[in-house]
């Protein structure tokens, strides 16, 4: 019989699990879990030996294996390949910032949404990720920071696939995250990143669970944003604006508005005006994100002239705005070059 993984269970769960021995049993599990990274019942030292056997033999505590690692020339970024427990492969990551180290983590194996620019989508969606998995990719990035005398700081679930397509699931992991027997980690330090999918959004709002919502933009007409994003053809921009403003008023949060600058497409001085048009009076920020190449898609980088000059119009005319810095693409790990498989 296959033993029972005990990683991603929630404390009640466990308690749940291991009915009817007291409660605190399952506290004291979960601490070495989730706060010590304890893999192995014999390193238990505070249960019974007898207890520890026969967990030995019914449960483990599994987050996942490293198919392989690529680590940037400049040393800043690190992507793992991990392995999943049917065989599936995501990838995550690791970021080293002035302000300190991030996680990029995938939410899906694969992604059903097809955005026309977008790796990670070209072969549709394997599977969802569980809250386990989905944890399970933040404890690789922790216990490898730990590992190093390093910690991590904060967590973007920007990988590949759509988290809002994997509601329940996030919705789990993020409050495990943030329980104190967990990693008691902060919604503040957590990002979630949309192509849109609005009533999602709107369901997002009322968790009271306030992490940082970004939302793919990446046009500012529905005409353009359809020829690029299919999701906008079923929610157009002016409910995804409206549930990105009322996100910002019930949360307090300002939100980001991610826009990829494709060379020729969306990238001229009109677009920039038009951008920040819809955008004005929001509680938001823009991220410009300067395409990063696929081999299997034919748009263009924009040039460097472009991204200073949209920038500048943005900022100039209202609306704080950034340029994402490219990191990893030499070895296919910035945003939108994440697959299942290397
Ligand atoms: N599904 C989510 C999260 C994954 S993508 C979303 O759509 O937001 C993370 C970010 O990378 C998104 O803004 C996405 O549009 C962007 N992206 C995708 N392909 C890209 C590419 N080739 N170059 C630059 N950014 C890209």
């Not at 990988?159 to 994997?166: F, S, V, Y």
């Not at 409050?175 to 949309?194: G, N």
């Amino acid at each position: 019989m296959s033993k029972k993984n005990l990683f991603g269970l929630t404390l009640a769960e466990l308690e749940e699990e291991f009915a009817p021995l007291p409660k605190f049993r399952a506290k004291q599990i979960a601490a070495h879990i989730y706060k010590r990274g304890v893999k192995n019942f014999d390193d238990m030292n505070d249960l019974p030996k007898n207890l520890r056997a026969e967990f030995s033999t019914r449960y483990e505590i599994k987050i996942a294996d490293v198919l392989k690692r690529l680590d940037s020339r400049d040393g800043l970024t690190k992507k793992f390949l991990l392995s999943l427990s049917d065989g599936a492969a995501v990838e995550i990551v690791l970021m080293k910032h002035d302000y300190g180290n991030s996680v990029c983590i995938s939410s899906q194996v694969g992604c059903q949404m097809g955005c026309k620019f977008c790796a990670s989508t070209l072969k549709g969606l394997e599977r969802n990720l569980t809250a386990a998995e989905m944890l399970g990719e933040i404890f690789f990035a922790e216990e490898f920071l730990r590992a190093q005398g390093r910690k991590l700081d904060s967590v973007v679930i920007m990988g590949t696939g759509e988290p809002l397509m994997n509601y329940d699931a996030l919705i789990k992991m993020l409050r495990l995250l943030h329980e104190d027997y967990c990693l008691d980690m902060s919604y503040r330090k957590i990002t979630i990143s949309t192509c849109g999918v609005v009533p999602a959004i709107k369901k997002l709002r009322d968790e009271k669970i306030p992490v940082t919502l970004s939302i793919s933009l990446h046009a500012p007409d529905d005409k353009l944003r359809s020829a690029l994003m299919p999701i906008n053809s079923a929610f157009g921009l002016k409910s995804l604006l409206a549930a990105g403003d009322d996100y910002a008023q019930v949360t307090g949060r300002r939100v980001t508005y991610e826009y990829i600058l494709l060379g020729g497409i969306n990238d001229t001085e009109e677009h920039a005006r038009q951008l920040a048009k819809i955008l004005g009076g929001q509680l938001a920020n823009v991220n410009l994100i300067p395409f990063n190449p696929v081999v299997e898609r034919t748009f263009s980088p924009p040039t460097n002239a472009a991204v200073k000059k949209f920038f500048h119009f943005l900022n100039s005319h209202g609306i704080g705005a950034t340029v994402r810095k490219e990191m990893g693409a030499d070895v296919n790990a910035a945003c939108g070059q994440l697959r299942a498989k290397l």
